[in-house]
């Protein structure tokens, strides 16, 4: 036997485990302790325990790994590991390791009573944070009768790094806390928990990864209810929007000039863990996050790969709006103001949102920006007087809006309740409560919830008032009654004196957390309202990211002269692209192929179009059989003559000349088809530039690499600049007679653009779901 296993029966032959409770997990068995709670109970304490191998060496940047079994009994009475950070809120220099996937149960017995499970999972921006009692003791929650977990996961470049590789697909840290959850499924009725009641809540960041832990694939079936607090998946800094150039900027900024993705993964899987860090925290300033609600390493939409267990392969708007999210309770919700940072800007344009799409300095964008002044602030005055207002625009922008629009889009395809709710009170054990005193402002801000439902080091010298702990006993029945049955007020008392309705379609119901409950309607009805507006008019859910894919696309604008072309997309085989070439009355080279494309991967039929210089395109079954039959991909390539420099353009065309329309007229059936719009970029010809031989796709590869492609997506599937048809403009398709057959908008996507469930005859309802007009 093993010293350690040695000590441990002597210890129990002396009779001396009273307050050293040991549990089995399916790994072996742990040793934890007896705790004193603050009100002077006791409850079972396991910290630091292990659920992923080390993500050390080789493992650094990837998926979490099954935690390997231990000899004897391991000794889980002290907190493992944090994540590699500099955390600004207590230490405010680097802390923690890349040893840092442990976990916390917190029970108040280990009868075997199977007790409602809460998971709670830290925020910090995806950047710091842990599940440590610092900030989260599970004191007050566990008197509550339900089992405790808090948990570790890799933040920062760690966690988030993203390189579009089987290897490094990113979402690691999204990964760990599914693996985290897998293994609270697993083990968790040996610490008295119920595996089948797993409610798992999260504030900011934690809010976020709740949110996409509902859309995951991993996690399906492992979640019983959800909290979301501060925070969800539509929040603009919820994702990565150039995941590639993230990475690339981090391994520059330690050295590395490589453009190789191979050599940047080298480079940074050797690079000390704390120079990691560092260069992180150089590169994500608080600035990037207020101004821009961007972040540089937090989730992203995964590219997809054979054997590859993804995390999220789809944009989290699509799966929620078209109703693929866990069907389960939900509780969200948000405070006061949520962000205090900064002062009232010159430029409000910084306040539109991004998915918008509004371009800058535009007309459109002046006005905008103009009524958004006039809406929050009176009289348009701006001062420091009005730091209220401005807070409370800086919090809506990063917040409140998102969580409005979740709140929207989920009630319009779940049949479980949602319980919306504002949290207002402000009392001594606010998190942020002294913050808030030094700026003269009383109102509830960023985490201040947190204060009433966890025991924290902030708290060790503040004496709460009778209304503080009310509160404290307020919020600890309304989150655990919730994760209990799913309703948090399933009666009224003395504590509970409203009962909490779930919002409706036509009633978004809303409990106001203040000094007293009050159950209300409509938060911030007339700013929601303007929101709602500005969303029916200027967002377009087709042109938010598809997919994470690495290939290097790229079109040449179509030139006023052309009046036709042909388009065609074309899926990536595996091991070569088939690529086609020919123009006409430009003088060019023909690349030519003759290895096939696979079968359209989005499952898709076949088509092909004809489009002219409007964008309007007509789809016919003839044109369909020439192309096919033929085989022939038109692109344009222009390749210089000693083949030293290929130019962007040189990617993909889709021009034709005249001579070849006329070739295909005479196959065309008489009565054409309904006209369909198709976006021009789903009919981009794809190819990816690591799959192609020769010496020329390096530097096509480079050339996206470094942003200089005149039309291509960002690693996060992104456009980085504007597509070629812009204009909303109603086009007018014609029968054959020449009388107008039907309307359609120039920006209305094909049905391959939508939410799967969702097709082209579908879309006007859909649209008006999202607050559009037909």
Not at 68 to 87: F, H, K, L
Not at 530 to 536: A, M, P, R, T
Request: glycine share 6%; with cysteine.
């Amino acid at each position: 036997m093993t010293p350690a296993v040695n000590e441990f029966l002597d210890e129990m032959r002396g009779g001396r485990m009273s307050d050293a409770p040991v549990v089995s997990v399916q790994q072996g068995s742990l040793q934890g302790r007896l705790v004193s709670a603050a009100d002077g109970k006791a409850y079972y304490s396991f910290q630091g325990i292990p659920y992923a191998k080390p993500p050390l060496g080789s493992l650094r940047f990837k998926a979490p790994q099954p935690v390997e079994p231990w000899e004897g009994v391991r000794e889980a009475t002290a907190e493992g590991n944090v994540s590699a950070q500099i955390d600004p809120l207590f230490h405010k220099e680097y802390i923690g390791d890349e040893n840092c996937l442990f976990l916390n149960v917190y029970t108040p017995n280990l009868d075997g009573e199977f007790l409602p499970v809460m998971v709670f999972i830290h925020g910090g921006g995806f950047k710091w944070g842990s599940g440590n009692t610092s900030l989260y003791g599970p004191d007050y929650l566990v008197d509550r009768d339900v089992v405790v977990v808090t948990l570790n996961y890799r933040c920062g470049p760690l966690g988030f790094l993203c390189l579009n590789t089987p290897e490094v697909p990113g979402n690691a840290g999204l990964k760990d806390i599914v693996q985290a959850v897998k293994w609270v499924k697993d083990n968790i009725q040996n610490f008295g928990g119920n595996p089948g009641n797993v409610t798992v809540f999260g504030e900011s960041a934690g809010g976020v990864a709740v949110s996409l832990l509902t859309a995951s694939p991993q996690t399906k079936n492992l979640i019983s209810k959800a909290i979301i607090q501060s925070g969800t998946g539509l929040n603009g800094w919820a994702f990565q929007k150039t995941p590639l150039e993230n990475a690339k900027a981090l391994a520059k900024t330690l050295g590395c000039e490589s453009e190789d993705y191979e050599d940047i993964l080298e480079f940074l899987s050797t690079t000390p863990v704390k120079d990691l860090v560092v260069a992180n925290s150089k590169l994500a300033q608080p600035e990037l996050f207020y101004e821009k609600a961007s972040s540089i390493f937090a989730p992203v939409v995964e590219k997809e790969f054979p054997g590859v267990e993804a995390a999220l392969t789809e944009p989290f708007i699509d799966l929620l709006t078209s109703g693929r999210t866990a069907e389960i309770p939900i509780m969200i919700g948000s405070t006061t103001l949520e962000f205090m940072l900064g002062h009232t800007p010159e430029d409000f344009q910084i306040f539109i949102p991004d998915n918008l799409s509004l371009k800058r300095n535009s007309e459109e964008s002046l006005a905008v920006a103009e009524k958004i002044k006039s809406l929050y602030f009176k009289d348009g005055h701006t001062g420091v007087e009005h730091l209220t207002e401005y807070y409370q625009l800086l919090s809506d922008k990063l917040i409140n809006i998102d969580i409005h629009r979740y709140v929207k889009y989920l009630i319009n395809v779940s049949k479980k309740p949602i319980f919306y709710y504002k949290f207002a009170y402000v009392g001594e054990l606010n998190v942020h409560g002294k913050l808030l005193t030094s700026l003269g402002l009383k109102h509830a801000s960023h985490m201040d919830e947190l204060g009433y439902l966890f025991k924290n080091v902030l708290q060790n010298d503040v004496e709460p008032t009778a209304a503080d702990v009310k509160m404290r006993e307020r919020m600890l029945r309304l989150w655990t009654n919730f994760a209990k049955g799913g309703n948090p007020t399933p009666e009224e008392n003395h504590f509970i004196t409203v009962n909490w309705q779930p919002v409706t379609k036509d009633n978004l119901y809303y409990l106001k957390l203040g000094s007293e409950l009050s159950l209300d309607t409509n938060p911030d009805k007339k700013k929601m309202e303007f929101w709602e507006e500005l969303y029916s008019k200027y967002f377009k859910i087709w042109e938010e990211p598809i997919k994470n894919d690495i290939a290097v696309e790229q079109v040449t604008p179509l030139d006023e002269t052309q009046e036709t072309v042909y388009e065609k997309q074309e899926t990536v085989d595996e091991k070569q692209e088939t690529v086609d070439v020919k123009e006409e009355n430009v003088e060019t080279e023909t690349v030519e192929d003759d290895s096939k494309s696979e079968p359209n991967a989005n499952n898709v039929d076949e088509q092909e179009y004809v489009t002219d210089t409007n964008g309007i395109v007509t789809e016919t079954e003839e044109v369909v059989q020439i192309v096919t039959k033929s085989e022939e991909i038109i692109e344009t390539v222009t390749e210089s003559e000693n083949q030293e420099e290929v130019k962007p353009d040189i990617v993909e065309s889709v021009t034709a000349s005249e001579t070849l329309l006329e070739e295909v007229k005479p196959e065309v059936v008489e009565e054409p088809e309904p006209i369909v719009e198709v976006s021009p970029l789903k009919e981009e010809v794809k190819i990816v530039a690591e799959e192609i031989q020769g010496p020329k796709v390096t530097e096509i590869a480079k050339e996206y690499q470094n942003g200089n492609a005149k039309i291509h997506r960002n690693g996060n599937g992104y456009l980085d600049k504007a597509p070629l048809r812009t204009s909303n403009e109603i086009k007018m398709a014609v029968k054959a007679n020449g009388a107008p057959k039907d309307v359609i908008r120039a920006n209305d996507p094909p049905e391959d653009d939508l939410p799967k469930n969702i097709g082209v005859n579908k879309f006007v309802n859909f649209f008006e779901s999202l607050g559009g007009k037909k």
